[in-house]
T-cell receptor
Framework: GNSVTQMEGPVTLSEEAFLTINCTYT??????LFWYVQYPGEGLQLLLKATKADDKGSNKGFEATYRKETTSFHLEKGSVQVSDSAVYFCALSAYYGNNRLAFGKGNQVVVIP | DTGVSQDPRHKITKRGQNVTFRCDPI?????LYWYRQTLGQGPEFLTY????????KSRLLSDRFSAERPKGSFSTLEIQRTEQGDSAMYLC???????????FGEGSRLTVL
């Protein structure tokens, strides 16, 4: 079945550091890929998405590129801020237009001033 | 704020009791989803409504679980004869189209003693 794997463990880094969170997926067909973010005390919200291979999603300085050859959708940000501290979830849907999402386990990101 | 609203935010119950959670969606959203999230895991799909019709149910949704959306607006998720393994965060999410973007509520946390 369709699944998403995120790198293990929380991520702690200093303000202005470079952030990468790895995400790989297993899917048949042509899934759409997403990153959702959960800030403390809030519900999950969509951060960015990509619906086909080689698409790059971007928002709030974050980027992720849909790599079909490596089945990956790694999240990156060049210079993090304390306000980026949150839990980040990678997710996929089986195809564009399907809202049923399969989520990874999430990564806690803590940015230290 | 007219986002997705869930009630109660936290429920503590004894094993064997019944509990009901309510979700009020964003008003123009016709698609409604229930997810369950346990500690250290990403959300897992439970069930999906389009308007009042329940179109999909996960095998995670045992016979003790029932969800309704009687008028295509708010939805309820009932768990009968709760077990300790039901302890989790129950998330409601809604969508208005097929973009893959879900709007999540803050969740209802269930603790079964």
């Amino acid at each position: 079945g369709n699944s998403v794997t995120q790198m293990e463990g929380p991520v702690t880094l200093s303000e202005e550091a470079f952030l990468t969170i790895n995400c790989t997926y297993t899917a048949t067909g042509y899934p759409s890929l997403f990153w959702y973010v959960q800030y403390p005390g809030e519900g999950l919200q969509l951060l960015l998405k990509a619906t086909k291979a080689d698409d790059k999603g971007s928002n709030k300085g974050f980027e992720a590129t849909y790599r079909k050859e490596t089945t990956s959708f790694h999240l990156e940000k060049g210079s993090v801020q304390v306000s980026d501290s949150a839990v980040y979830f990678c997710a996929l849907s089986a195809y564009y237009g399907n809202n049923r999402l399969a989520f990874g386990k999430g990564n806690q990101v803590v940015v230290i001033p | 704020d007219t986002g997705v609203s869930q009630d109660p935010r936290h429920k503590i119950t004894k094993r064997g009791q019944n509990v009901t959670f309510r979700c009020d969606p964003i008003s123009e959203h016709n698609r409604l989803y229930w997810y369950r999230q346990t500690l250290g895991q990403g959300p897992e799909f439970l069930t999906y409504f389009q308007n009042e019709a329940q179109l999909e149910k996960s095998r995670l949704l045992s016979d003790r679980f029932s969800a309704e959306r009687p008028k295509g607006s708010f939805s309820t998720l009932e768990i009968q004869r709760t077990e300790q393994g039901d302890s989790a965060m129950y998330l409601c999410a809604t969508a208005s189209g097929n973009t893959g973007e879900l709007f999540f509520g803050e969740g209802s946390r269930l603790t079964v003693l």
